[in-house]
Each structure stands twice: as structure tokens, then as C-alpha cells.
């Protein structure tokens, strides 16, 4: 068990504290190197099929698809249910931090003039999907059936934060400052769940 608490303890610093900095260089400079170029390339590789799949994946990060797949989860998972307060905690959290930092950035998106640092799309998404590789890694599970999830909440995850680029709704780095937050908040709630596991139950009450 030691080796998950420290694994979690350091997803938890490292994204957190990459995320602090990436904050601090976006509030001091604007746009960072590589936003222009890798917004570019994404742009002309869009064709319109790319388009449509965009439009669907941007769904991922919304709470229409986040809220019934965490009560999907929560339904299906007794882990989750344990400590269904803590996750939902996080959840919340996630996104109210998010729209805090976009007050203090304020970076404007590269269409319009509302706030985009960091993107609150892929946060909501990392944060469940990180959540879910978690609760999921906790379940009596075969290892195919624990893999194909944790695969599939990773491909979701990339997916939405490529779809809010596509979409012309982020720069890059918003979208990696998402994936660091969400990331970040979830490996927080991780790391506390694996230091407190469950209590053993009472053994029987000695005879006088």
C-alpha cells in the first residue's frame, strides 16, 4: 500500500506544481511557445470528419456527459460508494478552481474575449477520468477488464482536449493547464482515500 500512497502523493505535487508554474507563465506572457504552432497544425490537419468527431468528444467534458457517468459509476462501483462524499467533493471542487484561475490569468481565447487559461472542458474530463483509473484500480477486476477501462477514460480525456483546439475554443496550453488541474485534484482525492483504507471489522466480544 505504501507504494500507491507515494505514487498518488507525487501525481498530486507534479501536476499541481506544473500547473502553478504554467499558470504564472500564462498570467506573465500571454501565449506560450508552441501555442501558435501547434494550434496551427491541428488546424490543417482538420478536415471535416475531424470536425464532426470534435463536436461529439467536446460533449465528454460537459456536465450533460460527466454528471450520469459519475452516477453510473457510483451505481456500479461499491469503492466509489464508500466514499462517494470524497469524489463528489473533487468534482465540484475541480471546476471552481478552475474558474478562479481564469479571473487571475485572464488569457482570452483565441476566438472572442472570454477567459481560457486554463479550459474548463478538460478539467472536468482529466478529473474523472483520473478518478475513474483510480476507483477502477481499487475493484476486484480482471486485469483486461481493469486496463480497457483505464485506456478508454485516458482516450476520452486526450480527446476533449483535442476537440476544445479543433473547435477553436482553447490554445494548447489551456488545455494542458486543464489536464494538470483536473489530474492534480483527482490524484489529491487518491492520495487521501489510499492513506485512510478501511477500518477492519470488530472481531467478537470476549466472554466474561
Not at 486485469?143 to 478508454?152: C, E, F, G, K, M
Not at 476544445?164 to 488545455?175: E, G, K, M, S
Request: hydrophobic residues 50%.
Amino acid at each position: 500500500m505504501d507504494h500507491t500512497i507515494a505514487n498518488w502523493r507525487l501525481a498530486c505535487l507534479i501536476t499541481l506544481g506544473a500547473f502553478l508554474g504554467l499558470s504564472v507563465a500564462a498570467f506573465a506572457t500571454g501565449l506560450l511557445p508552441g501555442d501558435l504552432l501547434v494550434r496551427e497544425g491541428l488546424m490543417e490537419a482538420k478536415t471535416s470528419l475531424a470536425y464532426e468527431v470534435a463536436k461529439a468528444a467536446n460533449q465528454g467534458g460537459t456536465w450533460h456527459v460527466i454528471l450520469p457517468a459519475s452516477l453510473l459509476v457510483l451505481l456500479l462501483s461499491r469503492r466509489a460508494r464508500r466514499r462517494w462524499w470524497l469524489w463528489s467533493a473533487i468534482v465540484v471542487t475541480s471546476p471552481v478552481l478552475e474558474h478562479a484561475v481564469k479571473f487571475l490569468v485572464g488569457r482570452p481565447r483565441p476566438s472572442g474575449f472570454s477567459l481560457g487559461f486554463p479550459s474548463g472542458h478538460t478539467t472536468g474530463a482529466a478529473t474523472f477520468a483520473v478518478l475513474l483509473i483510480y476507483i477502477v484500480s481499487r475493484e476486484s477486476l480482471t486485469p483486461a477488464r481493469r486496463h480497457a477501462i483505464q485506456t478508454l477514460a485516458v482516450v476520452m480525456m486526450l480527446l476533449v482536449g483535442w476537440a476544445r483546439i479543433v473547435l477553436h475554443a482553447h490554445w494548447p496550453t489551456d488545455v494542458l493547464g486543464g489536464f494538470l488541474l483536473g489530474t492534480g485534484c483527482a490524484a489529491a482525492g487518491a492520495w487521501w482515500d489510499s492513506t485512510h483504507p478501511d477500518s477492519a471489522p470488530p472481531g467478537p466480544v470476549p466472554r466474561t
